[in-house]
Nanobody, 124 residues
């Protein structure tokens, strides 16, 4: 069992930055690939970024490539999402998720555990 708690969301102006954190419980954190997803009102949950269990492989949605960076610290059981050059269309609830796999999955059904989400609002 893995429990995930996101933090770091908030209100920021367009062009600004935020850093999201996701703290995981359990001693098996390093066995899981981790992902970030987001869901805007009236839209489906969409993939943002994923990182392999070792941190050696990452994968990004085209919409955030070059602006967002996913990283992890297995000693702290934490995964991060650094978001720069934020745009109003980045406004959403951001969720972290864990998948027991060696890959960097991008589909929601591939993930086993989810956090409760943190709101990110980007004003124009």
């Amino acid at each position: 069992q893995v429990q995930l708690v996101e933090s770091g969301g908030g209100l920021v102006q367009a062009g600004g930055s935020l850093r999201l954190s996701c703290a995981a419980s359990g001693r098996t954190f390093r066995s899981y690939a981790m992902g970030w997803f987001r869901q805007a009102p009236g839209k489906e949950r969409e993939f943002v970024a994923a990182i392999s269990w070792s941190g050696g492989s990452t994968y990004y949605a085209d919409s955030v490539k070059g602006r967002f960076t996913i990283s992890r610290d297995n000693a702290k059981n934490t995964v991060y999402l650094q978001m720069n050059s934020l745009k109003p269309e980045d406004t959403a609830v951001y969720y972290c998720a864990a998948a027991l796999t060696s890959r960097t999955p991008a589909l929601t059904f591939e993930y086993d555990y989810w956090g409760q989400g943190t709101q990110v609002t980007v004003s124009s």
